[in-house]
Structure formats: C-alpha cells, structure tokens
C-alpha cells in the first residue's frame, strides 16, 4: 500500500541550530500535511502544501512541496526549546483519511 | 476548526475484558477516523466511521476486535474487545477539521491504555 517514508527518525540539536526533516513517497501526492506532536500529547495539525514546488512559512518554520508532489521538507530555523516533540508528515490521500510516515522525534538542548 | 472531547484520557484494564472510547465532536462531520498509536510508533489507521452505516476497517484491523458505532454526526465509539498487553497503546479518533487547504485533521487528545 501507499507509504510516505519519513527521516531522519531522530534529531538532537543545540539551541539555535537549524532542524530539517524529509519525506518521501514513491507515488504522486495529491496533498501533504504536517503535524507536531509534542511529548504526552496528540497530533496538532500544522500545514497542508497541495501545489507542486509549493513553499509555505509560518515563522521559523519553512515547508517545501516537491515539483514531482513525491517528496516534502519542514525546516525550523534556529530551534528552540519548545520546538521539542515529533513532527509527522501525512499523506492526505483521496479516501478522507492520513497516512502517516514514520515521524522525527526532534530534541533541543538548551 | 472542530473540537473533539475524547474520554477516557487513560485506563488500565485487565487482559480479556473490553474498553469502550467515546468522541464527541463539535460540529456534524461526516468521516470519523480511528488510530492506533504503539508507544514511540507513528499513528496507524484502523477504521473510518460513516454515520448510518458500518465502518470501514483497514488491512490488519477487524470489526470483532474493534467495533465501532457511529449512531450520529457528531458522536462515535471505539471498543477494545478481549484486551491482551498488545493492545496496550494509544487510540485517538480524528476528523476533518474545516473546509478547505488551511484545515487539516482534528485529534481527539487520545487514551492511553495498558493492558495488564
């Protein structure tokens, strides 16, 4: 079935310092969403990209759609302390529901 | 954007009895979405809940295990039948949070259940 592979499973980083992660799918995307889980909480939804090579930004954070709609970035610009938890990519498919890569499981040490 | 009230928050139940998750949304929603997510895992799909009609289970997921009810809009049931330790893990239900590309999905704040 569909899968969107998602890396790189974890990522520690210093405060201040940039955090990337990617996904990737083998077949065309018609959408792709992103979501922030933080630590003993659930999933918060943070920005869907529908058009090919799309760039959307919410402050520090920065997400690309592919030109080929197979692969999707979310880049945090100098992290910070709160920018901990895991951020999941979905794939928003056609059937109504998600499905979900892996996750990056971000932590930033002061 | 829906909001959801999700209970219970948490449960620890023993092997072979059966746990029932309620959610409540805000508003009429026609798809309501059941997952499953194992500790440190990702989020899995079991099943999509239509109103007036039986819910639609994903590869791995069966309705004896996992029934579901949908007896309206707004409202739908998740129950854990016949619970082992494996089923111990946290159940969240989802729907579409709005109209449109600024909307994703809405989560219920889950239960986290363990099974002893």
């Known amino acids: 079935g569909q899968q969107v592979m998602q890396i790189p499973q974890y990522q520690h980083v210093q405060e201040g310092e940039d955090f990337t992660t990617y996904c990737n799918s083998s077949t065309t995307l018609s959408n792709i969403q992103w979501y922030k889980q933080r630590p003993g909480g659930h999933p918060v939804f943070l920005i869907q990209l529908v058009k090919s090579g799309e760039v959307k930004k919410q402050k520090r954070l920065t997400f690309q759609f592919g030109e080929a709609k197979k692969n999707s970035s979310l880049h945090i610009t100098a992290t910070q302390t709160t920018d901990v938890g895991t951020y999941f990519c979905a794939d928003g498919g056609s059937q109504g529901n998600l499905i979900f890569g892996k996750g990056t499981k971000l932590s930033v040490k002061p | 954007s829906a909001v959801i009230s999700q209970k219970p928050s948490r449960d620890i139940c023993q092997r072979g009895t059966s746990l029932t998750i309620q959610c409540q949304v805000d508003?009429?929603?026609?798809?309501m979405f059941w997952y499953r997510q194992q500790p440190g895992q990702s989020l899995t799909l079991i099943a999509t809940?239509?109103?007036?009609?039986?819910?639609?289970?994903e590869s791995g997921f069966v309705i004896d295990k996992f029934p579901i009810s949908r007896p309206n809009l707004t409202f739908s049931t998740l129950t854990v039948s016949n619970m082992s330790p494996e089923d111990s893990s946290i159940y969240l239900c989802?729907?579409?949070?709005?109209?449109?590309?600024?909307?994703?999905?809405?989560f219920g704040s889950g239960t986290r259940l363990t099974v002893v």
């Open positions: 508003s009429q929603v026609t798809m």
């Open positions: 989802s729907v579409r949070g709005g109209d449109g590309a600024n909307y994703g999905y809405t």
């Open positions: 809940a239509n109103q007036g009609s039986e819910a639609t289970y």
